[in-house]
């Protein structure tokens, strides 16, 4: 077993991405605290993995004094956090900029921005003291050139990687090492809504030359690699899962939708 007696605490993990990657690291040994702000998918994970070493919180990623407790309970339980998984996201409505309400563009960047560094400052605090820790977020193959009608999303995901690069230059010496994943479009997670229709599913598999979408299990396969010890070296760096995506985008999703209007 690859992480066992790993304590690996996991953002958005009560369901879609972030559970499927939570069972797959309780299948490698694993001890897995997971977060989620939707009450009943949170009491539904608990449930599920009753007698399993897990830890179930309902709590918001942009609430500082919440996630220091959660941080506090899981170091009660176990001791210890060995890697942090920076999972919780929100995409914006897809519109034109000029047509974005101001809400929309503050809860993607409260969400994606402000909180995934909430989440890691307290947590980083805790494995610069224990002196060794492991941080992976979830950024996207849209903040390496942006998109049209991502607007917000596309800048906090290209701050999280930048994010990433600085707190690898300034905790590194501390043990802690950090690495992000800019993932295309992956037939699961935020994406269901968009893969219920036929349509989508075969407009956004000819928008990379593999011709499909991502598999749930490759994205998973990825998260696990850069926690292994075999991807330590791995460090201030996002590695990119888009199936040759990247620069192949004739037409943006936003414009194909209009067009469908």
Sequence with gaps: ????????????????????????????????AVCGTHKEAVLKFEEEFKGKPVLAFHADITNYEEMENVLGKTIEAWG????LFNNAGVVNPLIPSEKMKKADFDKVIDVNLKGTFYVTQIFGKKMIEQKSGRIISV????????????????ISKSAVMLMT????????????????????FIKGGMNEGLIRKEIFVDYLSKRTPIGRMAKVEE???????????????INGETLTMDGGMTGYTP???????????
């Design 139 to 154: 950024a996207s193959q849209v903040a390496l050139f942006g998109e049209k009608g991502f607007l917000p999303y596309s």
């Design 165 to 184: 690069r600085s707190l690898a230059y300034e905790w590194s010496k501390h043990g802690v090492t950090l690495c992000a994943i800019a993932p295309g």
């Design 251 to 261: 037409e943006s999703l936003v414009d194909f939708i209009m067009k469908g209007k």
């Design 219 to 233: 994205f998973v396969s990825c998260i696990l690699f850069l926690a292994s010890d075999g991807a330590q070296y």
């Design 1 to 32: 077993m690859k992480f066992k007696d790993k304590v690996i605490f996991i953002t958005g993990g009560a369901k879609g991405l972030g559970k499927a990657t939570a069972t797959a690291f309780l299948e490698e040994g694993a001890q897995v």
């Design 80 to 83: 210890k956090v060995d890697i």
